[in-house]
C-alpha cells in the first residue's frame, strides 16, 4: 500500500537546533518557540513560527494537533543499528567476539527465512517511532532479502533508511556467510532496486575485517567506487581483544583503520561503529577523510567495550566527525534519550561531559548532518520531512516531580528527559507529517 504524507499543523513547544552547541548556554545554536506552530503540506513543512501569527494563515479546515506542555523537536535519527538483533537485546554475559557467536549468528540464521524478515520489520520499525525515532542506519543480516523486507516496509511506512546486507565471507556460520562475489552481486542488485528509490539509501556492509577476506574488502570497495552517494558502515576498534585478531589477520595493515583504508573504505558517507580505542594516527586519519566515528554508548557499557573518548576525537586540530547511535542488540535501548543518558555517563568516567544541548543536536541535527542529509531531516525549518517526534517532559511521576523544581530552564528539562525519559517520554511520532505513533491512544 502506497504511504500518503499528511498535511497538518501542529501545535506545541518547538525546539530545532541551527548548529552545534560549543557549551551549555550557547542559546544562538537553537530556535525555541514556547507557542510555535509547524504547518506540513504533502509530508513537508512549509512554516514555523509562534502560533499567534501562523493560525490565522492556515487554510480553511486544516486539523491542529496541539500538544500543550509538550516539547516539538525534530525525529530522532539512530545511525548504527542492527534490523535483526530485536531478539538479541539484552543477552547475558559475553563480550564481543563470544557474544556474537553464542547469540547473535544464532538469531541471524533465522532471517533467511523472508516471513520472519518481513513480520520483524514490521516490529523494527514500529518500535522505532514508539522511541521517537524516524530514520536509521540499519546492518542487515547476510541474506539480501532481510534488506529487501526492511526497504519494502519502510518505504510503505514512508520512513526514510540507509540499509545494506551484511557481506561475511569467514568467522562465521556457514549459513551466514556469502562470499566476495556473491556478497558484490547482491549488494549492487539492492543498490540497482533500493538506493534513491522513494526514501531509501543503500549503504555496503561489510561487518568488519575479522568476517571479511581481503578479497570481501576489494569487492566492497568497488561497489563504492561504481556508486557513487552510496554509503559505507562497518564496526572499528570496539573490543581489545578484536583489535588483537584483525591485527593477525591482516599483518600488513599499519592499524586497524588501515584494513578498511586499504581498500578505499573511508570516506564522508562511512560510518564507523564504536571508534573507542583509536591511536592518533586513525584519529588523524579518520580526520583526513572526513569519516565518521558512531558513537553507540549503552552497547559499548553492555558488552564492556570500553568509554568512547569524545574529548580526543573532538580535538580542534583534527576534529573527527560523530554521530550517535543505540547499536540494537549490542545495545540496550531503543531509545535515543537513554542513548544520550548513558553517553553522559561514559564521557563522566573519562573525565569528559557532555551537555545537554549538544546531547540534543547530535540526535537530531547532528546525526542528520554525519549522513549528508541535513536538507532533509534533522531540522523543524520549511521545505524539510514533517519527520517530528512529541516529547513529554512529566511522562513519569519522578520525572513531573523532579521537573517541578527546575522551574521552566530548558537545558534542565533537556538533561532530565536524557537522564530519566525512555519510550514512556515519547508522546507522539510523525513521519511525513503523519501520525506513526501516538502514546496516548495505543490499545493494550
Ligand atoms: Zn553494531
Redesign the pocket.
Known amino acids: 500500500m502506497a504511504f500518503t504524507p499528511g498535511t497538518t499543523a501542529l501545535r506545541g513547544r518547538i525546539l530545532t537546533f541551527l548548529r552545534a552547541p560549543e557549551a551549555p548556554g550557547d542559546r544562538d545554536s537553537y530556535t525555541y518557540i514556547a507557542d510555535g506552530l509547524v504547518v506540513v503540506s504533502d509530508g513537508r513543512i512549509t512554516a514555523v513560527g509562534e502560533a499567534a501569527a501562523l493560525l490565522s494563515t492556515l487554510p480553511v479546515g486544516m486539523s491542529v494537533e496541539h500538544y500543550p506542555d509538550s516539547l516539538i523537536l525534530p525525529g530522532f535519527i539512530d545511525t ?1 543499528i ?1 534490523f535483526p538483533q530485536t531478539q538479541v537485546i539484552a543477552s547475558y554475559g559475553a563480550q564481543l567476539l563470544d557474544w556474537l557467536e553464542k547469540y547473535t549468528f544464532i538469531a541471524e540464521q533465522r532471517y533467511a527465512d523472508h516471513a520472519h524478515a518481513a513480520r520483524n520489520a514490521r516490529f523494527f520499525l514500529d518500535e522505532l517511532a514508539r522511541n521517537g525515532t524516524t530514520s536509521a542506519v540499519v ?1 542487515g543480516s547476510v541474506h539480501p532479502g532481510s534488506v529487501q523486507a526492511l526497504f519494502h516496509e519502510a518505504e510503505g511506512r514512508g520512513v526514510g533508511l540507509v540499509a545494506g546486507k551484511v557481506m561475511m565471507d569467514r568467522n562465521a556460520p556457514t549459513a551466514l556467510t556469502d562470499t566476495a562475489q556473491t556478497s558484490y552481486d547482491h549488494s549492487k542488485a539492492l543498490i540497482g532496486a533500493w538506493h534513491g528509490v522513494g526514501r531509501q539509501r543503500y549503504a555496503v556492509t561489510p561487518r568488519f575485517a575479522i568476517t571479511s577476506t581481503p578479497g570481501q574488502l576489494e569487492a566492497a570497495g568497488a561497489l563504492l567506487r561504481e556508486h557513487p552517494g552510496v554509503y559505507m558502515q562497518t ?1 572499528l576498534s570496539e573490543n581489545l581483544e578484536e583489535i588483537r585478531e584483525v591485527a593477525r589477520l591482516y599483518p600488513k595493515a599499519r592499524d586497524y583503520l588501515d584494513v578498511y583504508d586499504r581498500f578505499g573504505l573511508l570516506g564522508d558517507r562511512s560510518l564507523f ?2 571508534c573507542i580505542h583509536l591511536s592518533e594516527r586513525e584519529m588523524a586519519r579518520m580526520h583526513e577523510t572526513a569519516s565518521i566515528a558512531v558513537f ?1 554508548p549503552t ?1 559499548n557499557l553492555f558488552i564492556g567495550s570500553g568509554l568512547f573518548d569524545h574529548a580526543a576525537l573532538e580535538n580542534p586540530a583534527r576534529p573527527v566527525r560523530m554521530a550517535l547511535a543505540t ?1 540494537v542488540g ?1 545495545g540496550t535501548s531503543y531509545s535515543l534519550l537513554q542513548t544520550a543518558g548513558e553517553g553522559y555517563k561514559v564521557l563522566q568516567l573519562r573525565g569528559q561531559s557532555w551537555p545537554a544541548l549538544a546531547a540534543f543536536d547530535l540526535m537530531t541535527r547532528g546525526n542528520a548532518a554525519a549522513l549528508g542529509l541535513s536538507d532533509d531531516i534533522g531540522q523543524i525549518a520549511p521545505g524539510r520531512y514533517a519527520d517530528l517526534v512529541v516529547l513529554d517532559p512529566s511522562s513519569t511521576p519522578a520525572m513531573a516531580h523532579r521537573r517541578e523544581a527546575i522551574q521552566g530552564d530548558l537545558e534542565e528539562e533537556l538533561f532530565l528527559l536524557m537522564t530519566l525519559g525512555d519510550d514512556r517520554a515519547v508522546r507522539a511520532t510523525y513521519i511525513q507529517g503523519r501520525r506513526a505513533h501516538d502514546r496516548d491512544s495505543v490499545v493494550i
Open positions: 548504527h542492527h546492518y564496526h561503529g564504536h553507540c552497547s547499536d549490542g
